[in-house]
């Protein structure tokens, strides 16, 4: 095969779709699945007991049964009986059946299921013991214990192993170290959960010989859908890797920033990837960070920044621009001959995306609604070109705070009006009702809105309806992806690339619950509130 590099690929992951749910068994997914996954997982804790011939029928790969008990994290809580005698009738039928360790593990299921058969699968329960000490003592130590626990399941000869610790502790973050140096091609591990999305991703890299997909759309376990494994992370091929990037947030998982950075590296051929970190703590992940990528040879290279942790990022960073500095936020971090540098490029995306429409905010009255990192850096671009700026905040103190740090007027959102300002800016996560009421609005005012959705967001349809010159959140964010590429990379994105088409892959959109790529319509659902 050839990857998106244009080079011949030497590795190739399998892709296993996962049957979450009954709709996912219909002939028309199955029949889908076909096209682009190489094995199928049943998960019959949660769909039952499919009838095989008729699986078969649809899909030609191979089969998985999996009866994922509570212990495991599963649904099934069916007795030890039942448990084997489905387990065993499943052996007839299936080219892999997982075996959960160690209750499994038993001389009757054994004698009955040959090892070519058989997947060891270890799924920690919600009270496994977490790990304690700092970033890089934690990882050694969680690292250590999963290797034991590895080499306890290994004992039972089998076709894979699947050893999958909880997400948010070292045990968790660590998954993915247990396949460096191992030197096998039979063992996957990954966290569970959102957090431990990136892990799931990066996993084929490091040795892993399967990436498994959801059949359907993504839920909050953490898996992503078949197809957002492709059309994001361009799997099944596993080009050269020598360098991470990612987006660090409280919800990454929702963003297309992986899917346009990492269509750029393919185009460009880079060895790099870019990953969703969800995080909470971001000092902690930034520590962790750089122990991470020092133990596994894969060193963090640039962050874009979402909210709640701009200010973090630019406290972190070594130098930062005269934007970043002015609005006290940062969302990018990137390593520039062993420095680290933070700059935001909300500031530079929300002006070309005015100048892109012919606006030129100069002069004018603007009122920014929304005081985060976002808010505070269009505020600063726009008065550092000549606007006549007020903050809008709901919340006083926060408004107050960033009226006193960039100089500017504030008023509460509870007594704003946009009568009398000819650029309107929205940028807080907002998007289900309008901000603030756009009937209000002077007839030629101008309403930039930062937030982007699909189907558009409630300001972005009333600022049409009004007719209005509006600025979606889409059009931020093209520009803003290029930009931070631009910086992080040191490549201009490919002009050859064309984002909306990236964006809108009618492939990808298309629901596998009976709707194709030619002809039926895919339901339209929230992207992403916020822009990087």
């Not at 089969?63 to 599963?74: E, I, K, P």
């Not at 990192?373 to 269009?378: E, I, K, P």
Request: proline residues 8%.
């Amino acid at each position: 095969m050839t990857s998106g590099y244009g080079a011949a690929v030497g590795r190739r992951a399998r892709l296993v779709a996962v049957a979450v749910e009954p709709e996912d068994l219909t002939p028309r997914c199955l029949r889908r699945l076909a096209e682009v996954a190489d094995e199928l997982e049943i998960r019959a804790d949660l769909v039952g007991d499919p009838d095989p011939s008729r699986l078969r029928r649809h899909f030609r790969g191979p089969l998985t049964y999996s009866l994922r008990s509570a212990r495991h994290g599963g649904r099934s809580t069916v007795g030890p009986v039942e448990r084997r005698t489905r387990l065993l009738r499943a052996a007839d039928h299936y080219e892999l059946v997982d075996l959960e360790a160690m209750d499994d593990v038993q001389p009757e299921l054994l004698a009955a299921i040959p090892a070519r058969q058989r997947r060891v699968s270890w799924h920690a329960s919600e009270h496994a013991e977490r790990s304690g000490g700092g970033c890089r003592a934690g990882l050694l130590e969680a690292s250590g214990r999963l290797r034991k626990r590895f080499a306890a399941m290994s004992a039972v000869p089998a076709a894979l192993y699947l050893l999958v610790p909880r997400s948010g502790t070292h045990y968790g973050s660590t998954a993915p170290l247990l396949l460096t140096g191992l030197g096998r091609t039979d063992v996957t591990a990954f966290a569970s959960g959102p957090v431990g999305t990136w892990t799931r991703v990066l996993a084929p890299w490091l040795g892993a010989p399967v990436v498994f997909g959801r059949a359907g759309a993504p839920e909050a376990d953490g898996m992503p859908s078949v197809s957002r494994l492709m059309s994001d992370y361009g799997l099944p091929a596993l080009p050269p890797l020598s360098g991470l990037f990612g987006i660090a947030g409280r919800a990454p998982g929702g963003s297309l920033s992986p899917r346009l950075h990492n269509a750029a590296l393919r185009e460009l051929r880079l060895p790099a990837l870019y990953l969703p970190f969800k995080v909470d703590r971001f000092s902690r992940f930034w520590r962790w960070s750089f122990d991470f990528g020092s133990l596994g040879g894969l060193p963090l290279r640039g962050l874009t920044v979402t909210a709640p942790h701009k200010e973090s990022a630019l406290q972190v960073a070594d130098v930062a621009g005269p934007d970043a500095l002015g609005c006290g936020a940062a969302n990018l971090l990137w390593l520039d001959a062993g420095c680290w540098r933070a700059a935001t490029t909300d500031a530079v995306a929300a002006l070309r995306a005015l100048a892109l429409v012919g606006v030129d905010p100069s002069g004018r009255r603007a009122a920014v609604i929304g005081c985060g990192g976002a808010g505070r850096a269009v505020a600063w671009a726009l008065h550092e070109v000549g606007a006549r700026v007020t903050l809008v905040n709901r919340g006083i103190a926060h408004g107050l705070e960033a009226s006193s740090q960039l100089g500017l007027p504030y008023v509460p959102l509870s007594r704003f009006s946009p009568a009398g300002y000819a650029l309107l800016t929205h940028a807080t996560p907002l998007v289900e009702r309008e901000p603030f009421p756009v009937a209000a609005a002077d007839w030629d005012a101008v309403v930039l809105e930062m937030a982007y959705r699909d189907p558009p967001t409630a300001l972005t349809r009333a600022t049409h309806a009004r007719g209005l010159v509006g600025i979606d959140g889409w059009e931020v964010l093209f520009v803003e992806v290029r930009e931070q590429f631009r910086l992080m990379t040191g490549h201009p994105m490919p002009g050859t690339l064309l984002p909306r088409s990236i964006c809108f892959d009618p492939a990808e959109q298309a629901d596998t619950h009976g709707h194709t790529a030619s002809g039926e319509p895919a339901p339209t659902h929230p992207v992403r509130r916020e822009a990087p």
